[in-house]
């Protein structure tokens, strides 16, 4: 017995769709931008800042409260927001001894949102 799934993952006959070509090779970014939204992804990839951003996502907060709020020490929860904003993803503010940190933009915010939402369907 044939599988369905399989045989549904390739064409059956090879026929070049040249316009969709076309199409698609006027609109792909350059190898350098497809390899920094790879990286890009790749530092959604780590379960610990997924939980940072969560956090950063609901309120802005202080390596103290990120470190109580994930049961981490204030140095982990340091090196990750270090990466978080290297990658452009959080930003801080400093108010008298404490730094403060929250999402860098709304597009942080959306990334967060919709792979919420689509892991909810």
């Known amino acids: 017995m044939e599988?369905?799934?399989?045989s549904a993952e390739s064409c059956e006959d090879v026929l070049i769709h040249e316009e969709l070509?076309?199409?698609i090779g006027e609109k792909m970014?350059?190898?350098e931008e497809?390899?920094?939204?790879?990286?890009l992804f790749k530092i959604f990839g780590d379960s610990t800042r997924i939980r940072i951003l969560f956090v950063l996502f609901e309120?802005?907060?202080?390596?103290?409260?990120?470190?109580?709020?994930l049961s981490m020490?204030?140095?982990a929860v340091s090196h990750q927001l270090a990466i978080l904003r290297r990658n452009k993803l959080i930003k801080s503010r400093r108010e008298g001894k404490s730094v403060f940190y929250s999402?860098?933009?709304s597009h942080v915010r959306t990334i967060i949102s919709q792979g919420l939402n689509h892991l909810e369907e």
């Open 29 to 31: 970014p350059c190898e």
């Open 59 to 69: 309120s802005e907060a202080c390596t103290c409260d990120l470190a109580a709020a």
């Open 103 to 105: 999402l860098a933009d």
């Open 21 to 23: 070509l076309k199409s």
């Open 73 to 75: 020490t204030p140095s």
């Open 34 to 39: 497809l390899y920094d939204l790879a990286e």
């Open 3 to 6: 599988n369905s799934d399989y």
